[in-house]
């Protein structure tokens, strides 16, 4: 079993920057990618940014060039660097995962995180 517990979010003014962490733990054998989605009221959940094992990235349009996700694989751990925030990136952050576990290859989806950026 594999749990995401997730940190950061809160209010911030439009323009303002946040980070947002997420730890991954548990009976881990290896974490194929780790990522960022987001869920606005009335929206469908969105991919924000992904991170493979290897480093290979993608950013959603919206985000491109105000977000940084970046990983530490020895600490099981992913980031999101917000910056530039707008009231538009306001929604509930979602970390997730895809790991090998005692239990075999799984998605994994943490709590969730409400980031609101203020116009």
């Known amino acids: 079993q594999v749990q995401l517990v997730a940190s950061g979010g809160g209010f911030v003014q439009a323009g303002g920057s946040q980070r947002l962490s997420c730890a991954a733990s548990?009976?881990?054998?290896?974490?194929?990618?780790m990522g960022w989605y987001r869920q606005a009221p009335g929206k469908q959940r969105e991919s924000v940014a992904v991170?493979?094992?290897?480093?290979?990235?993608n950013y959603a349009d919206s985000v491109k060039g105000r977000f940084t996700i970046s990983r530490d694989n020895a600490k099981n751990t992913v980031y999101l660097q917000m910056n530039s925030l707008k009231p538009a990136d306001t929604a509930v952050y979602y970390c997730?995962?895809?790991?090998?576990?005692?239990?075999?290859?799984?998605?994994?989806w943490g709590q969730g995180t409400q980031v609101t950026v203020s116009s």
């Open positions: 997730s995962a895809e790991a090998y576990s005692s239990t075999g290859l799984d998605n994994y």
């Open positions: 548990g009976s881990i054998f290896s974490i194929n990618y």
């Open positions: 991170i493979t094992s290897g480093g290979s990235i």
